[in-house]
């Protein structure tokens, strides 16, 4: 089983949709959980981190963390087609740690 | 100014030889990283120090050796490439792994290796 797993599209939404992107964890003790944002051949950048159960939002982007049923979302409000990337999920797996698994990515399509 | 960087951009190289890969940070923090991103855009840790001290050594084969001068540089020397190395390695910073949570990593803009 992999160890953080995402669906890897493409998601296809229209500009100024909601895209919902969704990660699951198989590390039970996994601490924190980061969404970062890659363009073709560029850096993954980070968009946001969440370690508390319940929701964070930051401007268009909100994390929603389920820890019971091992579950981490991106909701992103009024997609742009500058939104049109791969959305790489990742893990902390322990304490004083910070090894990072990396989920395969989504690929997000935002359509005009 | 760029926060994490790295040198070359690209690098294309025969099988059997040794190349280095040079990472410089200038925000500050006392974590560092390499991971390898494959053609299938899976990306993955390789190794990680803190203010010099190795901390993360994943199961990676030996011809892979990290080296850092100090806080701020951490090269990756890779000898004997094979073909297999090709891939796309990243550079990467944090504050402080012992942050704990909320401790983040910001990536440098990649290094793209290709093994002919």
């Known amino acids: 089983q992999k160890e953080v797993e995402q669906n890897s599209g493409p998601l296809s939404v229209p500009e100024g949709a909601i895209a919902s992107l969704n990660c699951t964890y198989s590390d039970r003790g996994s601490q924190s959980f980061f969404w970062y944002r890659q363009y073709s051949g560029k850096s993954p950048e980070l968009i946001m981190f969440i370690y508390s159960n319940g929701d964070k939002e930051d401007g268009r982007f909100t994390a929603q963390l389920n820890k019971a049923s091992q579950y981490v979302s991106l909701l992103i409000r009024d997609s742009q087609p500058s939104d049109s990337a791969t959305y790489l999920c990742?893990?902390?797996?322990?304490?004083?740690?910070?090894?990072?698994?990396f989920g395969t990515g989504t690929r997000l399509q935002v359509f005009p | 100014d760029t926060a994490v960087s790295q040198t070359p951009k690209y690098l294309v190289t025969q099988m059997g030889n040794d190349k280095s890969i040079k990472c410089e940070q200038n925000l500050g923090h006392d974590t560092m990283y390499w991971y390898k991103q494959d053609s299938k855009k899976f990306l993955k840790i390789m190794f990680s120090?803190?203010?010099?001290?190795?901390?993360i050594n994943e199961t990676v084969p030996n011809r892979f050796s990290p080296k850092s001068p100090d806080k701020a540089h951490l090269n990756l020397h890779i000898n004997s490439l094979e073909l297999g190395d090709s891939a796309v390695y990243f550079c990467a910073s944090s504050q402080d792994f012992r942050a704990g949570v909320t401790d983040t990593q910001y990536f440098g803009p990649g290094t793209r290796l290709t093994v002919l």
């Open positions: 990742a893990v902390n797996i322990g304490y004083n740690t910070d090894k990072l698994i």
């Open positions: 120090y803190n203010n010099k001290e190795l901390i």
